[in-house]
């Protein structure tokens, strides 16, 4: 049988799926996904972050030729208006969704402060 809890979290995920951020982004990514260009520079951003992140994970060392790639990505994504308002957008749900974890672990907290 489910908790309240769980029905609050379903609740929760409707609130953040209607929110202005999570439209603004939805609206950021598919500017992206329906131009061409943005949607590949994107993609190949996108693929080399996860391969760095998957050699972190594992313990393996990034290499200055990782490092390389990473910096040209980074400067041809700057360079593309639509890439850049997709990653605001995704910085401010991400905002949003860190100010939500901070009150969900508030009992937590209060609980180990003595509260």
Do not use: C, W
Not at 23 to 50: H, I, P, T
């Amino acid at each position: 049988m489910p908790s309240h809890l769980n029905e609050y979290a379903r609740m929760l995920e409707k609130g953040i799926r209607e929110s202005h951020e999570f439209a603004a982004l939805k609206q950021a990514y598919e500017n992206v996904r329906s131009n061409g260009q943005a949607r590949a520079l994107f993609d190949r951003f996108r693929q080399l972050q996860l391969n760095l992140q998957d050699k972190q994970m594992q313990g393996l060392l990034v290499t200055e030729e990782d490092e390389k790639q990473a910096q040209a990505a980074m400067q041809a994504v700057q360079s593309n208006p639509a890439i850049m308002q997709l990653i605001g957008a995704e910085q401010r749900l991400s905002d949003l969704l860190s100010e939500i974890n901070q009150v969900l672990m508030r009992p937590v907290e209060d609980l180990y402060a003595g509260k």
